[in-house]
C-alpha cells in the first residue's frame, strides 16, 4: 500500500510519528499490486461510463462520472509516476496535479472584471 498524505507529513510535535525519512517505503511489488488494481478498476469505470453515456438521459450523471474517471486517470499516472521511480531507484513522493479549474468560472470572472472597469470608466466620465 502507498504511504498517505497523513504518514507523509513531519510530526507536529514530540509525539510518537515517522518523519517522511523514517517512513516505510513500500517495495516494488506492493507497488505493482496497486498499479494492476487501480488498471483494473480504471478499466472498469471507462466501461461503466460508455454503459452510462448509452443509457443515462441525464447529463449531470454522465458529467459526474466523466469527471471520476478524469480524477482515478490522475491517481493511475501517480501510482505509474511511483512504480517508474522504484524501478529506477530513485524513490520520490509523487504530487497530485492540481485539477484543471473550469473554462466557465474563468469567463464569469473575466466578466465581472470587465464590468468593474465599465463601470469605474462610467463613474470617472472616460469614453468607453
Not at 515517522?18 to 499490486?33: G, H, K
Not at 466501461?47 to 443515462?56: M, N, T
Not at 521511480?85 to 492540481?98: F, Q
Request: aromatic share 4%; glycine share 2%; hydrophobic share 40%.
Amino acid at each position: 500500500m502507498l504511504p498517505s498524505v497523513k504518514d507523509a507529513d513531519p510530526p507536529d510535535s514530540d509525539e510518537a510519528g515517522m518523519s517522511l525519512a523514517q517512513m516505510r517505503r513500500p517495495d516494488l511489488a506492493e507497488v505493482d499490486r496497486c498499479y494492476d488494481e487501480a488498471t483494473r478498476l480504471l478499466r472498469d469505470a471507462e466501461a461503466r461510463l460508455l454503459q452510462l453515456h448509452r443509457d443515462e438521459p441525464c447529463d449531470s450523471v454522465r458529467q459526474t462520472s466523466a469527471d471520476l474517471i478524469a480524477a482515478m486517470k490522475r491517481i493511475h499516472r501517480m501510482i505509474a509516476a511511483y512504480r517508474d521511480a522504484l524501478v529506477r531507484n530513485a524513490v520520490a513522493l509523487p504530487c497530485a496535479s492540481r485539477a484543471p479549474v473550469r473554462r466557465r468560472e474563468w469567463s464569469f470572472l473575466l466578466w465581472l472584471r470587465a464590468r468593474r472597469r465599465a463601470k469605474a470608466r462610467r463613474r470617472s466620465g472616460l469614453p468607453g
